[in-house]
């Protein structure tokens, strides 16, 4: 079974920082596509940053300049750097991983997502 478990949520400042951290098990495949998205009360889920198997990067415009996404050494690992951090950074940020999965002899694949249950990112004085 394929888990992503997420971590590094908590309490902050507005300016501070925190890192997250995403890491999936149960697969024995490298992810194709990674990414943090986050959801506040009474808001749409949205993307704030993804990441490529080849470290291509992706960002909200919020969070353009403060958050950076990352892949860690250890395989389908991923990071958010969340720096100058604001009240309004505050969600419940959710892990999503895609991967290619080989169904067949001759190499045909098709995409698969899961994603994990959230960390909770509070910004307050």
């Known amino acids: 079974q394929v888990q992503l478990v997420e971590s590094g949520g908590g309490l902050a400042q507005p300016g501070g920082s925190l890192r997250l951290s995403c890491a999936v098990s149960?697969?024995?495949?490298?992810?194709?596509?990674m990414g943090w998205y986050r959801q506040a009360p009474g808001k749409e889920r949205e993307l704030v940053a993804s990441?490529?198997?080849?470290?291509?990067?992706n960002y909200a415009e919020s969070v353009k300049g403060r958050f950076a996404v990352s892949r860690a050494s250890a395989r389908n690992t991923i990071q958010l750097q969340m720096n100058n951090l604001k009240p309004e950074d505050t969600a419940v940020y959710y892990c999503?991983?895609?991967?290619?999965?080989?169904?067949?002899?001759?190499?045909?694949?098709?995409?698969?997502?899961?994603w994990g249950e959230g960390t909770l990112v509070t910004v307050s004085p």
């Open positions: 999503k991983a895609e991967f290619l999965i080989v169904v067949n002899v001759e190499g045909a694949t098709v995409k698969r997502e899961h």
């Open positions: 149960g697969s024995r495949n490298s992810f194709n596509t």
């Open positions: 990441i490529t198997s080849a470290g291509s990067t």
